[in-house]
């Protein structure tokens, strides 16, 4: 199974915000999931071999596809945050990830890891809507915060890399 490519209606102005798609406003940029299948990109913990990669990739139902979307990730007690950039902000604010499909039950327990519990609520981070920034007809969820709560920034768009610095 390929990709859920085109299935959105992001127009390139930002991310969607979950509160936006439960409260019924017609964003016309993005949250339309065909028969139940989340597209989901994911630069952290979440990544193949690292230490949450198990609540994911038995569960993927594609392939993971290599992306980038833009913002910028800073340290949080060992795992990254991802801050959303403007879609007009350089290439060079830009974060490194994967994306892949997972089916509802999936998006929940990740949700669940996340400490999403939904729109409106205290959440530790969000889960928004985005496209990848160099391939526009790519777009899922992921899960953001919407800033940096005095964390400092990580060196680098690839978490691996970043997390062996010292």
Same mark, same amino acid.
């Given at each position: 199974?390929?990709?859920?490519?085109?299935?959105?209606?992001?127009?390139?102005?930002?991310?969607?915000?979950?509160?936006?798609?439960?409260?019924?406003?017609?964003?016309?940029?993005?949250?339309?999931?065909?028969?139940?299948?989340?597209?989901?990109?994911?630069?952290?913990?979440?990544?193949?071999?690292?230490?949450?990669?198990?609540? @994911?990739?038995?569960?993927?139902? /594609?392939? %993971?596809?290599?992306?980038? $979307? &833009? =913002?910028?990730?800073?340290?949080? #007690?060992?795992?990254?945050? @991802?801050?959303?950039?403007?879609? /007009?902000? %350089?290439?060079?604010?830009? $974060? &490194? =990830?994967?994306?892949?499909?997972? #089916?509802?039950?999936?998006?929940?327990?990740?949700?669940?890891?996340?400490?999403?519990?939904?729109?409106?609520?205290?959440?530790?981070?969000?889960?928004?809507?985005?496209?990848?920034?160099?391939?526009?007809?790519?777009?899922?969820?992921?899960?953001?915060?919407?800033?940096?709560?005095?964390?400092?920034?990580?060196?680098?768009?690839?978490?691996?890399?970043?997390?062996?610095?010292?």
């Amino acid at each position: 199974m390929g990709m859920n490519r085109g299935t959105d209606r992001n127009d390139g102005k930002g991310p969607v915000r979950c509160a936006d798609l439960y409260a019924g406003k017609d964003t016309n940029r993005g949250g339309i999931v065909p028969n139940g299948i989340h597209p989901i990109f994911v630069y952290g913990s979440l990544l193949p071999g690292l230490e949450n990669a198990h609540y @994911l990739w038995p569960y993927a139902l /594609s392939e %993971p596809v290599p992306g980038t $979307v &833009r =913002g910028r990730l800073v340290e949080a #007690d060992g795992y990254p945050a @991802l801050l959303l950039a403007p879609w /007009s902000a %350089p290439p060079e604010s830009s $974060v &490194r =990830g994967l994306w892949t499909q997972v #089916d509802r039950d999936t998006l929940r327990e990740l949700d669940r890891l996340e400490d999403f519990f939904g729109a409106e609520e205290m959440n530790d981070y969000d889960r928004v809507w985005v496209r990848d920034a160099n391939q526009v007809d790519l777009a899922g969820w992921t899960y953001v915060w919407p800033n940096a709560r005095g964390r400092p920034a990580v060196s680098g768009d690839w978490w691996p890399d970043a997390r062996r610095r010292p």
